[in-house]
């Protein structure tokens, strides 16, 4: 039904369209005009890249004091980039440093290696995502087997599916890059894995599974829960079948089901009593947990609810109910370990260049990730195979700079090379609150809320938007 110019809300967007009609033509003009500003974004990367060449960088030596070097971001025939003005492009356009190499590299790939693709795109023929969809899946190709894509795809790219790609760049493989198609032929059966996916836990404290088995692991796996669940129903759970078979997994976690084999050093005509079955494992929970003590012991403040009844799981940076928390816990065959509480407002200093738990601890527990601009890495060390985040002297200690919370900061090992060597400078505002200033001059604001960028231009255009980090 069309709509009419009194029916339109009070909130002074006098300049909305007053027709079903109007809405939907100026919904195409944005678009196109969307299209156009994401096209020209492309050809400015390409741009950018042009400027900061590998040839830019000084000799060898250089690199290996300052650390910027000459890296890859597209397929083989695309420039190298010098490294670090990577960064400064991705925080320009409100993108992390990993997403800015990413999208340069998306930009050159198509410029040099997808040329049929890059013409639709350059001319409004083809919307940027798409073609950098396809400059995805390219990047690893040889220079041939890319052409080939580019040749086969470029005419299709506005309503091919990425199942259709999928197979393309297959049929490339096999016609252009032999060895690899018969590595992929011998390691296809080999797809076997267990994932425990913890960026998926939502506010009940549940996360997804998932998984490849041997067929016989698998049967295996199936009837132990199915065996486990049958036991908890036969027991009185009023739970579901999938409910049970959920509880089955952790049961079956923590039980040792494994047969004592062990030489007991007596001869079998006087065997040694078994012993009894040893018991499951307890469940070991390692998270760094935070708290209210109202959340600790159910009560409310003051009769109200709010974030009195949350916690938050510092290893998937995510809020879960105090109640299952406090279900986890209260587990008979929990094994619980209390840290001390941290007061972070307390100033900590050290009279040494070497950084202890007395300092980093509360800077991790601070600062959360690390605090360059849209950085999300974490700041602490949550899972096997992590780097924790490094601490930074402001000022360098050699220059006089304090070992304290109060001029240390948590930036993962990339950006700490980058502020080290890529002309990067940071001011600290209060502890936790950054002003960040880039080789070029544009600024932006890093607290606990996430980056705000406070270049002077950018106020010109518009008002800036606030990009918070994962929730914490």
């Not at 994401?38 to 950018?48: G, K, N, P, T």
């Not at 065997?271 to 760094?288: F, I, Q, T």
């Amino acid at each position: 039904m069309s709509g009419s110019r009194d029916e339109q809300p009070d909130d002074g967007s006098a300049w909305l369209p007053a027709t079903a009609t109007a809405v939907l033509e100026a919904a195409r003009e944005r678009r196109a005009i969307a299209d156009r500003a994401e096209a020209d974004l492309l050809v400015l990367a390409v741009q950018w890249a042009i400027i900061h060449p590998a040839e830019s960088l000084e000799d060898a030596e250089t690199f290996r004091l300052h650390g910027d070097v000459p890296v890859p971001v597209a397929g083989v025939g695309a420039p190298l980039v010098a490294e670090f003005s990577i960064a400064e492009f991705a925080a320009a356009v409100g993108l992390t440093t990993e997403s800015g190499r990413r999208y340069v590299g998306h930009a050159l790939e198509l410029r040099y290696r997808l040329k049929k693709l890059w013409a639709r795109v350059t001319s409004g023929d083809l919307a940027a995502w798409k073609a950098r969809r396809v400059a995805e899946q390219t990047i690893w190709l040889s220079a041939e087997a890319a052409k080939y894509v580019d040749r086969h795809v470029a005419t299709v790219a506005h309503k091919i599916g990425p199942a259709q790609l999928d197979r393309l760049i297959g049929e490339a493989v096999a016609r252009f890059m032999p060895d690899q198609a018969e590595a992929d032929r011998k390691q296809a059966w080999d797809q076997r894995r267990f994932d425990v996916d913890f960026g998926t836990v939502g506010i009940a404290g549940t996360c997804q599974v998932s998984g490849e088995l041997d067929l016989a692991d698998a049967i295996d796996l199936n009837n132990a829960v199915a065996a486990d669940a049958q036991v908890q129903a036969e027991l009185g759970s009023v739970l579901t079948l999938d409910q049970r078979r959920s509880v089955a997994v952790g049961n079956i976690a923590r039980r040792d089901l494994t047969l004592d084999l062990a030489d007991n050093g007596q001869d079998d005509d006087h065997p040694k009593p078994k012993a009894d079955k040893p018991k499951g494992r307890p469940r070991e929970m390692v998270l760094y947990v935070h708290l209210a003590d109202a959340a600790l012991t159910g009560s409310s403040m003051g009769g109200a609810t709010g974030m009195s009844g949350v916690g938050r799981v510092e290893n998937t940076a995510t809020p879960v109910l105090a109640e299952t928390i406090r279900t986890w816990c209260g587990n008979p065959d929990a094994r619980i370990t209390v840290r001390p509480v941290i007061d972070l407002a307390q100033h900590v200093h050290y009279g040494a260049y070497e950084i202890d738990g007395r300092i980093s601890e509360p800077v991790a527990l601070r600062d959360h990730t690390c605090v360059f601009p849209w950085c999300t890495k974490p700041a602490r060390r949550l899972k096997p195979g992590e780097h924790a985040a490094d601490c930074d002297h402001n000022l360098a200690y050699a220059q006089g700079g304090a070992t304290c919370t109060c001029q240390i900061a948590a930036l993962c090992r990339k950006h700490h090379r980058l502020k080290t060597h890529g002309r990067w400078r940071y001011l600290i505002l209060t502890p936790g609150s950054y002003l960040w200033t880039s080789p070029h001059g544009y600024h932006y604001l890093r607290d606990h809320t996430g980056t705000l960028d406070v270049s002077a231009d950018r106020h010109q255009h518009r008002h800036p938007r606030r990009h918070p980090p994962p929730a914490a």
